[in-house]
């Protein structure tokens, strides 16, 4: 997923979104799953060559969020936990709006620590095994 746009009225909130990469089974209960071309490629493209992403709301739930880089042979990962919100809105892509505790760190933290937009997002909570993990691998943890 990439961290994308902040809620427009929700403190908090912000887009989790990818481009319809996202397995049909995280789709929302009820949501449906639009089988359609790239949102952004197709500009460039015939449509029938881009033809195939699974755009849907994400089910609601906790989730772990998190991104590990390399930056001169030494690794960090940032982890961070927040909570899909169900949306009456329907958007291109796998997306979702998600609240976090500390919205304008986390953006803080993800430009001044150097992450890059895209990250990995897992429904529960798994920010103790992950931070476990990085520790065994002599991985620095950025815990938000």
Known sequence: ????????????????????????SLACEGCKIRIREHSIISAALDKEKCMGTAEFQLKPGVVTICRLIEHDGEFKMLITKGEIEKSDQNLRGSWSWVKVPDLELLYRVI?????????????GDYIKPIADACKLLGIEVVQI
């Open 111 to 123: 430009v001044e620590e150097g992450f890059t937009h895209h990250a990995s997002m897992i429904h």
């Open 1 to 24: 997923m990439d961290w994308t746009i902040k809620h427009q009225e929700k403190d908090n909130i912000f887009l989790a979104w990818h481009c319809g990469n996202g397995p049909p």
